[in-house]
């Protein structure tokens, strides 16, 4: 079974910059999309940015600061976030492989998430 385990998420003032990883055990699906999401409690969970077949996709929120990268031979799906700003902080989520159920897109896999803070 394919797991995903997220790191790098902290606590940083406004400005600051940090890296989240995504390590991915299992079954490998290196040709498959990836994922970035966010969530904070009480809201609906937001798409960040995605990886696949050498395209990224951003939010219009993220664009221009954040930048989505893999490792295949690390099996590891990062998102470098510069310029954080206080509306980053979230839980985020990595996430692979994805599907349509009902017009909805969905993933078959999810990280239990990094806390990314920023403050003031």
């Known amino acids: 079974q394919v797991q995903l385990v997220e790191s790098g998420g902290d606590s940083v003032q406004a400005g600051g910059s940090l890296r989240l990883s995504c390590v991915v055990t299992g079954d490998t699906y290196v040709r498959n999309w990836m994922a970035w999401f966010r969530q904070v409690p009480g809201k609906e969970r937001e798409g960040v940015a995605a990886l696949a077949s050498g395209t990224t996709y951003y939010s219009d929120s993220v664009k221009g600061r954040f930048t989505i990268s893999r490792d295949n031979a690390k099996n590891t799906l990062y998102l470098q976030m510069n310029s954080l700003k206080p509306e980053d902080t979230a839980m985020y989520h990595c996430?692979?492989?994805?599907?349509?159920?009902?017009?909805?897109?969905?993933?078959?896999?999810w990280g239990k998430g990094t806390q990314v803070t920023v403050s003031s």
């Open positions: 996430a692979a492989d994805p599907y349509v159920y009902r017009g909805v897109v969905d993933f078959d896999y």
